[in-house]
């Protein structure tokens, strides 16, 4: 399913409205769509240099609104559409740690989930359900996307072509290095709930407590 999903997105590169699809693909990956639009960026931008910044801003802009969409479920739906969408794509059991983070760090941890492979839907609907202060999620939200997709345009844009043949040369290369990220992103996660007063105990204990209800304590 995953990898059907995966070829879909891919295949919207050569579509004749690829911008409107990266747009699409950036704004539901933030709230509950599983294929991230890194991918489908990249090949945009390799394909027409010239246009990566703007195919960046695309992707920033998207990913903003559908972080605030997905603020949305977890602040207004989240014991009906919020508790499925995380199920339906594997990361109810993080919801509680999540919550624990975010109450500790704030927006720290959403510029991390921003411009990292952690998974932004998860802080977005979590953000939401925390009821946390709008105006810090929207500007970490803008902070953290913007780092990590007009980073990936501005290389496209200088480097593309070299780019591309680093990647079809370095290819298993580049994507252990991905999935390096993966597992670094998910540990500075967890780093950020630290501190000197035991903090990632407490932050622990809460993936094994469900959360009672919006703004509320774990149970």
């Not at 990590?148 to 290095?177: Q, S």
């Amino acid at each position: 399913m995953l990898r059907k999903l995966y070829d879909w997105t891919m295949a919207k590169a050569a579509h004749p409205h690829a911008e409107g699809w990266l747009a699409l693909i950036s704004f539901i990956e933030s709230s509950f769509f599983p294929i991230p639009p890194h991918p489908l960026l990249g090949l945009m931008c390799l394909a027409e240099p010239a246009k990566a910044i703007r195919f960046a801003l695309v992707c920033t802009v998207a990913s903003v609104l559908g972080g605030l969409f997905g603020y949305a479920i977890g602040y207004f739906l989240y014991d009906t559409v919020g508790t499925a969408m995380l199920s339906a794509i594997g990361l109810a059991e993080e919801f509680p740690v999540a919550a624990c983070h975010l109450r500790e760090r704030d927006w720290e941890v959403i510029f991390l989930a921003g411009s990292t492979p952690v998974p932004f839907k998860l802080l977005t609907i979590t953000a939401g359900f925390i009821e946390m202060a709008l105006v810090p999620f929207i500007l970490a939200s803008i902070a953290g996307r913007a780092l990590i997709f007009m980073t990936v345009g501005i290389l496209f844009r200088l480097f593309g072509a070299p780019i591309k043949r680093v990647i079809d040369e370095y290819l298993v290369t580049v994507t252990t290095v991905f999935a390096v990220l993966v597992v670094g992103g998910f540990l500075a996660l967890t780093w950020l709930s630290g501190g000197e007063d035991g903090a990632p105990d407490t932050c622990a204990a809460a993936a094994i407590a469900a959360p009672a209800s919006p703004g509320g304590e774990a149970a």
